[in-house]
């Protein structure tokens, strides 16, 4: 068990000054989160690991000299006391790729351009269990299964965000599809949703369960006032609303989820 409000240590292992950077000064202010240290060069990242207790390394595939395949397998020869969670970054998003690297050890892999909140998510949930509930990490293909499974599901929603018309860039559009994605993961949290939905929200993006609620209703409005409403009912397959008819935030959220689970999600 993790020592209750001690903060996750991470290293970031890649090729890039500029990912180094970005990912650095993301989680410089956070509380949960911290970045020790930086590498370009894996038989550094290992001489460090031997010296210093890390909780998750982030590293990418493509590294000068040793890559990233070749640091996985020198990490579980060090065979350290306390071996740390690995996310692999990576552009390279090839199946082989992808498998190679769950079979040398890595516990998840994300693909380059990835989402901060998103990358943020992984390491505290890795970070706490060990493993995600959508991915069996002691089972390689299912691994892999459940990455492209989250990728397509990523992609539905944000089909149907844009056929409904709501745009990426404000607030609720992230907090809305990380709503979605829970309810088809836990259909019974729309039951939930001020006791359970908001907050879970709020503590993955750092903000308020009041504002989670705002910012969906904001995205729900804003969708309704684009005037959209024939896809909306065009993308459910019946007549659901009229204009002057706007869904609850808990409504809109079961609405997708089901679609979702329905076409399998």
Request: with cysteine; glycine share 4%.
């Amino acid at each position: 068990m993790k020592e209750v409000n001690k903060k996750c240590n991470v290293i970031v292992l890649d090729n890039s000054e500029q990912m180094r950077k970005m990912i650095k000064d993301y989680f410089n202010n956070s509380e949960e989160v911290s970045v020790v240290a930086e590498f370009e060069n894996a038989t550094k990242a290992l001489d460090f690991l031997q010296k210093n207790e890390v909780d998750v390394v982030l590293s990418d595939v493509v590294l000068p000299g040793i890559d990233g395949f070749e640091f996985l397998e020198k990490l579980k020869i060090l065979n350290l006391k306390n071996t740390p969670k690995i996310i692999m970054l990576s552009a390279l998003s090839g199946d082989g790729f992808i498998q190679k690297a769950l079979n040398l050890g890595a516990n998840y892999y994300m693909v380059k351009p990835c989402e901060m909140n998103l990358l943020k998510s992984r390491i505290l949930e890795l970070n706490q269990n060990g493993s995600f509930a959508v991915s069996a990490v002691s089972n390689e293909s299912k691994n892999v299964a459940s990455i492209h499974k989250n990728k397509q599901l990523e992609e539905k929603i944000t089909n149907i965000f844009i056929t409904v018309g709501i745009p990426a860039h404000i607030k609720g559009y992230q907090f809305l599809r990380e709503a979605i994605k829970m309810a088809i993961d836990n259909p019974e949290i729309i039951n939930s949703i001020t006791k359970k939905l908001y907050p879970s929200i709020a503590e993955r993006f750092d903000t308020s369960a009041s504002k989670v609620e705002r910012a969906i209703r904001h995205a729900i409005e804003v969708a309704w006032n684009r005037g959209k409403i024939e896809n909306i009912n065009a993308l459910f397959g019946v007549r659901v609303y009229s204009n002057n008819e706007k869904p609850t935030n808990g409504e809109f959220i079961a609405l997708v989820a089901d679609k979702m689970l329905i076409e399998g999600a």
